[in-house]
Every structure is written in structure tokens, then in C-alpha cells.
Nanobody, 114 residues
Framework: QVQVVESGGGLVQPGGSLRLSCVAS????????MGWYRQAPGKQREFVAI???????NYGAAVKGRFTISRDNAKNTTDLQMNSLQQEDTAVYYC????????WGQGTQVTVSS
């Protein structure tokens, strides 16, 4: 059974930082491209970042230069370091694991507010 579980969300002030983590089980993690997406209320799901099975990274325009994605194949985890957070970053953040099929986590809420 495949499980993708996010953690690390919460409330942070504008300009602050937060680190999200995602652990995936039931898959050969090193084969999968790992991604982060987010969805704000009333908006469509938005691409945030991806790290391929070869370690290549790519970021959405809204977060480039502020967010950093990483992975640890030994621990089956992928992290998203979020710096200089803005109110516009408020959303539910989802982790994805893709290798032919895409598996999704349940999401973790990030709220940026003073």
C-alpha cells in the first residue's frame, strides 16, 4: 500500500520560514520524481517545485528563489524549505510522487499571517 504523508505546516508571520516534509512508503522511492503543489481557497492547484529521480530541480515562478526542494533517498523523504513567506503563500501544500502513476498526500495547511 502506497502512502504519501506531509508534515510541517502551520502558522507563520510574513517574512518567516517553514520547512515541510513528505515521507513516502510502499514505493521504490529513488525511482520517483517528487513534487510539491499547493491550493489556495477558491483557486486551482498550483505547481510549486519538483525534484526528479536524478536530482534535477524546478520551481514555479511564484516561489523561485525563496523555496528549496530536496530529497533523501535513504529516508524516503522530500523536504520543502520555504523562506521569505508571504500572505500569498497561504494554501494547502500537497506532496506528490510520480513514476508513471502519481500518488498524492493528504496535504498540510500553511498559513502566512500577522
Amino acid at each position: 500500500q502506497v502512502q504519501v504523508v506531509e508534515s510541517g505546516g502551520g502558522l507563520v508571520q510574513p517574512g518567516g520560514s517553514l520547512r515541510l516534509s513528505c515521507v513516502a512508503s510502499g514505493i521504490i522511492f529513488s525511482k520517483y520524481h517528487m513534487g510539491w503543489y499547493r491550493q489556495a481557497p477558491g483557486k486551482q492547484r498550483e505547481f510549486v517545485a519538483i525534484i526528479t529521480n536524478g536530482g534535477i530541480t524546478n520551481y514555479g515562478a511564484a516561489v523561485k528563489g525563496r523555496f528549496t526542494i530536496s530529497r533523501d533517498n535513504a529516508k524516503n523523504t522530500t523536504d520543502l524549505q520555504m523562506n521569505s513567506l508571504q500572505q500569498e503563500d497561504t494554501a494547502v501544500y500537497y506532496c506528490s510522487a510520480t513514476y508513471g502513476t502519481t500518488y498524492w498526500g493528504q496535504g498540510t495547511q500553511v498559513t502566512v499571517s500577522s
